[in-house]
C-alpha cells in the first residue's frame, strides 16, 4: 500500500504534466481551479469573487456572479434611488451596472478585480449620469409631443382614438413611455434611442416589449369595457 506522501507526490506530478500541456492562459486557470479553496461563498471577500468569474469562462463561475450581484445590486439600488427620479429607474440601473460589471470580468478588462466595489461605484456614477440625461431629453421629447398633439386638427381625416390611447399611455411607467415615443413618434433606431437614454439596445427592447404588451392589454380591456 502506497503511503500518503507518495500520493501526494504522484498527485502533484500529474498536476505538473497537466499543467506543462497547456497553453500559459490556460494553465493559469487549471491552476485556479485545482488550488480554488472551499471557502463557502457568503464568507469570501468581494475581490475573490471578482477574480473567480475573471478566471472562469462565460457561465461558468454562476455562484460567484450570483454572489457578487447579491452583494451589489442592493447598494446600487440605494444609490439609483438618491440621484435618479424614482424607484424604476433605480431597479435599471443596478441591473445595467451589475450586467456591465459581470460582462467586464468576464472579458478580464477589469484591471484590478481586488478593487471590484470602485469599478462598481464608478460605474454606477457614470451610468447614473447617463440616465440623468436620459430624463432631460425625455423631458424634452415630452414637449414636443405635446405641442405636437395640441396642433393636431380635430376636423382634419385623421382620428386618434384618445379615449382609449391616452390613458393608457400615461399608465405605464415614464421610461417605457419615453421609449414608445422615441420608436413610433421620431421614429429613433433602438441603438439611437439607447444612446438617448443613456443605456444599451438590449434593455431598450426589453422596455419596449413589455410597454407595448401593457398597451396592448389596457386598450383591449377599455374596448370590452
Known amino acids: 500500500m502506497k503511503s500518503v506522501a507518495t500520493h501526494s507526490d504522484e498527485l502533484v506530478v500529474l498536476r505538473r504534466e497537466r499543467r506543462q500541456r497547456l497553453t500559459p492562459f490556460a494553465s493559469r486557470r487549471y491552476v485556479s481551479r485545482v488550488t480554488r479553496p472551499s471557502i463557502p461563498l457568503a464568507t469570501r471577500a468581494d475581490g475573490v469573487l471578482a477574480r473567480e ?21 442592493p447598494r446600487i439600488r440605494l444609490y439609483g434611488l438618491k440621484h435618479l427620479s424614482d424607484r ?12 456591465v460589471v459581470i460582462t467586464r470580468l468576464r472579458a478580464g478588462e477589469v484591471r484590478d478585480p ?26 424634452a421629447l415630452h414637449a414636443r409631443f405635446d ?22 399611455l400615461a399608465a405605464i411607467r415614464e421610461r417605457e413611455r419615453t421609449i ?22 438590449g434593455a431598450v427592447r426589453v422596455s419596449r416589449h413589455r410597454a407595448l404588451a ?3 392589454d389596457c386598450i383591449e380591456a377599455r374596448r370590452a369595457s
Open 53 to 73: 468569474i475573471a478566471a472562469s469562462e462565460a457561465g461558468e463561475a454562476p455562484a460567484a456572479e450570483t454572489e457578487l450581484y447579491r452583494r451589489f445590486a
Open 88 to 99: 424604476g429607474a433605480a431597479d435599471d440601473l443596478a441591473q445595467q451596472v451589475m450586467l
Open 114 to 139: 481586488d478593487q471590484i466595489g470602485s469599478f462598481v461605484l464608478g460605474t454606477s456614477r457614470m451610468m447614473a449620469a447617463g440616465q440623468r440625461r436620459g430624463e432631460r431629453r425625455r423631458a
Open 147 to 168: 405641442a405636437r398633439e395640441e396642433m393636431v386638427d380635430g376636423g382634419s381625416d385623421v382620428t386618434l382614438d384618445s379615449d382609449r390611447i391616452a390613458p393608457c
Open 180 to 201: 414608445l415615443l422615441l420608436t413610433f413618434y421620431a421614429e429613433k433606431s433602438t441603438h439611437e434611442i439607447a444612446d438617448a437614454l443613456g443605456t444599451t439596445p
Open 214 to 216: 401593457s398597451m396592448r
